[in-house]
């Protein structure tokens, strides 16, 4: 039986990932009011990690979550934990120079550090598997990936390396890629045991943690008078502190209209097969790397723990997922493996990432000590657990590396309310018909 993505993600999808992590912790619903030194809105990857890292060095922590612990995309993504950032090193290096992407770029090798270092320290049991690769869909691709590589080399990076077409077949046996980029010091892992594990650990650290805590309204602090706390209300509470960390990306709605209008959210989507053998699979992905290939509107994929393929792509720019979503995705999943034709497709999901104008973290401070961190472009696993540190560290007064992110110019996507979108589905239209060149 073939199972539709759900009509609304709001909703909260059946995700292979819910059920395959067991049940899920609960914590309570904020009644009343609380009092604090840092209220953090969001129960995501971003927002644990600041709660924790604040936890850690001493600060009282309430976290407000809308939903439950991981509902949003970091318990539903594609789980790549990828060295780097969603626009390549090369690019990054025109757009802000030689030593300001230096600098961000071995921030990013400290995000994956921080990955493996919360992993090992909370037993954490998150199936983690090294390896990924960016696989040339065309020909005319692989220039591009040779220079990335030649880039690397130049950053002092030995854990990526190039393969041509004959050798990425022992990685990925697809005749859809040309070569590619390799990079054993990223992986893969299952997200909604990670972010459950993190949550583990910031509550045994003394994290107050409430969900269905739906924040509507925050007031910066001194708002109401000189020396007045910040605050967070939802419909049955408040909590007062003194700093506030704004930590929901593509799920901020109407909370803060300037960081709002910095990101757009899309939705992406998943497929997962039913499970096969453990020899089948191998035989399609023999080192267990994940994949994703290098088209603007791209597929990426991977092997689940149980053998099953997860298979992602396709986008929406609109609230709601493209028509006959699940057959479209099973046939692109196909076109890359026939030989899982007679699979069924046991669960089909859908969230929203945030992107921003330029593809980079937006991480920043507001007037009346609130903090925030958004715009992960595809690329959060490992750097909002980043984002997270460096505010804690910004809030106990150590800005050095949390300004190497506020020094990246930001804009707002163009258009307002009403033509955003418009536009960036015109902008999209246009890199999609790249695709097919």
Request: glycine residues 10%; hydrophobic residues 40%; neutral net charge.
């Amino acid at each position: 039986m073939r199972i539709p993505v759900q009509p609304h993600l709001e909703a909260g999808p059946h995700t292979y990932y819910a059920d395959s992590a067991g049940p899920a912790p609960s914590h309570p619903r904020l009644l009343g009011e609380l009092r604090c030194d840092v209220c953090v809105i969001g129960g995501g990857f971003t927002g644990i990690s600041a709660a924790l890292n604040l936890a850690e060095a001493g600060y009282s922590v309430v976290l407000l979550e809308g939903a439950e612990i991981g509902w949003g995309a970091s318990g539903r993504n594609g789980g790549q934990m990828i060295t780097g950032y969603a626009p390549d090193m090369t690019k990054m290096i025109r757009m802000l120079g030689s030593d300001h992407a230096r600098q961000l770029w071995e921030l990013s090798l400290d995000a994956t550090h921080i990955v493996h270092d919360r992993i090992n320290t909370h037993q954490i049991d998150a199936e983690y598997k090294p390896g990924y690769v960016l696989a040339a869909a065309r020909p005319g691709h692989m220039p591009a990936l040779s220079a990335e590589q030649e880039c690397l080399n130049g950053l002092g990076y030995a854990q990526s390396r190039m393969v041509d077409r004959g050798e990425l077949g022992a990685i990925v046996a697809s005749s859809r890629f040309h070569g590619g980029l390799v990079d054993m010091g990223s992986g893969h892992l299952h997200p909604l045991k990670y972010v459950r594990g993190l949550a583990r650990a910031a509550a045994a650290a003394g994290v107050r943690i409430f969900e269905h805590s739906r924040v509507e309204r925050i007031l910066p602090a001194n708002e109401s008078g000189p020396g007045a706390p910040a605050a967070a209300f939802t419909d049955r509470g408040v909590v007062r502190c003194e700093n506030l960390v704004l930590c929901c990306n593509a799920y901020i709605g109407n909370l803060q209209h300037h960081v709002r209008s910095r990101i757009m959210p899309v939705g992406t989507y998943i497929i997962a097969t039913e499970p096969m053998s453990e020899a089948r699979s191998m035989a399609l992905l023999p080192t267990g790397c994940c994949i994703s290939d290098t088209n603007f509107v791209l597929d990426y994929f991977r092997l689940s723990a149980d053998h099953r393929m997860l298979f992602g792509g396709r986008v929406s720019y609109t609230t709601l997922p493209p028509p006959h979503l699940v057959e479209r995705m099973r046939q692109r999943m196909l076109a890359t493996f026939p030989e899982l034709h007679d699979l069924a497709i046991s669960h089909s999901w859908g969230g929203y990432v945030d992107i921003s104008m330029n593809r980079l973290p937006d991480i920043g401070r507001l007037p009346g000590r609130i903090y925030y961190a958004q715009g992960f472009s595809g690329q959060g696993v490992a750097l909002t657990g980043l984002a997270g540190k460096l505010i804690a560290s910004a809030i106990r007064g150590d800005n050095e590396k949390f300004d190497v992110f506020a020094r990246i110019p930001h804009r707002a996507f163009p258009g307002g309310p009403l033509l955003r979108m418009p536009l960036l589905l015109l902008a999209t239209l246009y890199s999609r018909l790249q695709d097919m060149i």
